[in-house]
């Protein structure tokens, strides 16, 4: 069965910076399709960043220049790194896997920007 296991978020200063990391085990090839969506309380989730197995990448309009996504297919990681982080970046955030039609969600892990 695979699993997506989030890791790394946490309380952060505005301007500070983190690194999420998702972890998938339970397969042994690598999920084509990648990515980190995110929910604040209150609203919908949205997509924050994508990348595919030739580490092409696609980012949210309010993420480019401060966040970046990065994958390690033979250790089947992904990263997401922020930085300049803002408060309106706090929310639950998700890795999410989409490979020959299955998809596979995290259970998400919190991160909050508060002075």
């Known amino acids: 069965q695979v699993q997506l296991v989030e890791s790394g978020g946490g309380l952060v200063q505005p301007g500070g910076s983190l690194r999420l990391s998702c972890a998938a085990s339970?397969?042994?090839?690598?999920?084509?399709?990648m990515a980190w969506y995110r929910q604040a309380p209150g609203k919908q989730r949205e997509l924050v960043a994508t990348i595919t197995t030739d580490s092409s990448t696609n980012y949210a309009d309010f993420v480019k220049g401060r966040f970046t996504i990065s994958r390690d297919n033979a250790k089947k990681l992904v990263d997401l790194q922020m930085n300049s982080l803002k408060p309106e970046d706090t929310a639950v955030y998700y890795c999410?896997?989409?490979?020959?039609?299955?998809?596979?969600w995290g259970q998400g892990t919190q991160v909050t920007v508060s002075s």
């Open positions: 339970g397969m042994t090839f690598s999920i084509r399709f």
């Open positions: 999410f896997g989409r490979h020959i039609g299955n998809e596979y």
